[in-house]
DNA sequence: TAAAAATACTCCATAGGTATTTTAT
DNA sequence: ATAAAATACCTATGGAGTATTTTTA
């Protein structure tokens, strides 16, 4: 179960059109129609209603849609907080020193930081 | 990203061991090593320091378990709502008639219902 | 008839396996 | 020396694409 394919079936049914929520998402609409029906396989069970006039969730396509959320939610919230943590651990210090003060006094000090924060650029 | 794999790594950050995972999880080691391989390339984060003793999770590491396990729970929401809906509709149904009465009665009742809950044996 | 979904097919990436090697206790 | 992780390799599945057909407003 990619989580990919689940955000391609919360597109779906946000548009209720596999072609639009194609555009949206950037991949061929043949694709979509392929991944989900994929996930009905994996689930067990039709989300969409196919058959006549406009589609439609089913009530397992309801259910699945809700939760599915929650799990796109969890999973953006897994990548947000690490993007923070390595935006934190990669960044780049400056430090001026003036040319009066030397920076031998520094090199210690600096070099036990880059030991343990090897992705700052000081 | 597939799901399965982030309980590959929840596993063996609650082992904190490969081979210890690969047996809960019914996989090979060689698997399981590939799996976080991957997931460390995807995330672009290493989630385990694997030099020196023991195995251990880097900050990374536990940042994402802890949300790796929030997607794993909902993801188990989404599965057990449906499994709970599904046995709803794929019950079985009994009707005992009498061979006085005979079955033509309630032979067009029954292939319309049958219509609309496929999976109920009737 | 036009637009959307499904199907057929091709290609390539990768998940998982077995066998083996490397590494660290 | 032993146990665990990594690597090499192989196979099969399936994800995504293009081209085409079927279906339905």
Same mark, same amino acid.
């Given at each position: 179960?990619? $989580?990919?394919?689940? %955000? &391609?079936?919360?597109?779906? /049914?946000?548009?209720?059109?596999?072609?639009?929520? @194609?555009?949206?998402?950037?991949? +061929? #609409?043949? @694709?979509? =129609?392929?991944?989900?029906?994929?996930?009905?396989?994996? *689930?067990?069970?039709?989300?969409? &209603?196919? @058959? =006549?006039? #406009? !589609? %439609? !969730? +089913?009530?397992?396509?309801?259910?699945?849609? $809700?939760?599915?959320?929650?799990? *796109?939610? /969890?999973?953006?919230?897994? +990548?947000?907080?690490? +993007?923070?943590?390595?935006? !934190?651990?990669?960044? %780049?210090?400056?430090?001026?020193?003036?040319?009066?003060?030397? /920076? /031998?006094?520094? @090199?210690? *000090?600096? =070099? #036990? &930081?880059?030991?343990?924060?090897? !992705? $700052?650029?000081?």
């Amino acid at each position: 179960m990619d $989580i990919r394919h689940l %955000e &391609y079936f919360a597109e779906v /049914a946000q548009h209720l059109s596999f072609t639009k929520a @194609s555009h949206t998402l950037h991949v +061929t #609409q043949p @694709s979509i =129609s392929k991944a989900i029906k994929n996930l009905e396989g994996e *689930l067990g069970v039709p989300l969409f &209603y196919r @058959s =006549s006039k #406009q !589609l %439609e !969730l +089913t009530d397992a396509g309801k259910a699945v849609l $809700i939760n599915a959320k929650k799990v *796109l939610d /969890a999973f953006q919230n897994l +990548t947000l907080e690490l +993007t923070d943590l390595m935006e !934190l651990k990669g960044g %780049e210090i400056k430090i001026g020193i003036p040319p009066i003060v030397g /920076a /031998a006094f520094f @090199s210690k *000090l600096i =070099s #036990q &930081y880059k030991e343990k924060f090897p !992705l $700052i650029e000081i």
